[in-house]
């Protein structure tokens, strides 16, 4: 356990994305010189990701998965992990469900957000665009950012913390993305802070 005040050791995070990465760059801002969480390693399952570029300028240790179904049985990953002490798996934009066993592993320790305001605009399919032209085609006014537990079914993890931001109806779906993603820089690496320290001083 530690505590925000005398912190006693370093926590571990391991960012997984898929594409360009623009979350988790604010994620490694926002932890740069923090005195108890540190970005340790990042995961993506595209070898050309731009994540993997932010990584390699941020000389922060990188891990391309290549084969989808060793990472479903989830041996090598966890082992990856284990190597690195993770303690928090960060998703920011990561495609693949994350296998069974890394879910038991980490229960309450792996944090998703989603570009949309759960449980509507969620599930299999719904990720990038697709989530930003289903909230238009539907007149939403308003849309919004969720920031998630992992569990083994898609976007239905305990929500910890969600952001409104209001919308025209029927409004460009690459507006709402822009806007959406506003949120998401400023409001997941304060949640993830917050949850985490919190989760510490909860689960002893
Ligand atoms: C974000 O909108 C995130 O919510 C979604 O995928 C996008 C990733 O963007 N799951 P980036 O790679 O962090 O720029």
Redesign the pocket.
């Known amino acids: 356990m530690i505590s925000e005040d005398n912190p006693v050791t370093t926590l571990h995070l391991a960012i997984f ?10 994620i490694i801002d926002y932890f740069r010189n923090h005195k108890s969480i540190q970005v340790r390693l990042i995961v993506s399952n595209k070898s050309h990701a ?2 993997l570029d932010i990584a390699h300028r941020e000389a922060i240790p990188s891990y391309v998965i290549k084969d989808r179904a060793s990472f479903e049985q989830g041996k090598k990953i966890s082992k990856y992990l284990s190597g690195y002490k993770i303690d928090y798996i960060i ?4 495609l693949w469900r994350i296998p069974e066993n890394l879910i038991d592993r980490y229960k309450q320790n792996i944090l ?4 949309a305001l759960l449980p509507k605009y969620g599930g299999k399919g719904m ?2 665009q697709h989530v930003h032209q289903a909230v238009s085609a539907a007149g939403e006014v308003q849309s919004g ?1 969720t920031i998630h537990l992992v569990s083994p079914q898609y976007d239905e993890g305990k929500i910890i913390f969600q952001k409104t931001v209001n919308i025209n109806a029927h409004e460009d779906p690459k507006i709402i ?1 822009q806007k ?2 506003g949120l ?1 820089h400023r409001y997941y690496p304060t949640t993830i802070e917050k949850y985490i320290l919190q989760h510490q001083k909860t689960s002893g």
């Open positions: 994305a898929s594409g360009r990465g623009s979350n988790a760059q604010a731009g994540v998703l920011a934009g990561f998703n957000i989603h570009p990720y990038g950012m993305a959406v993603l998401e």
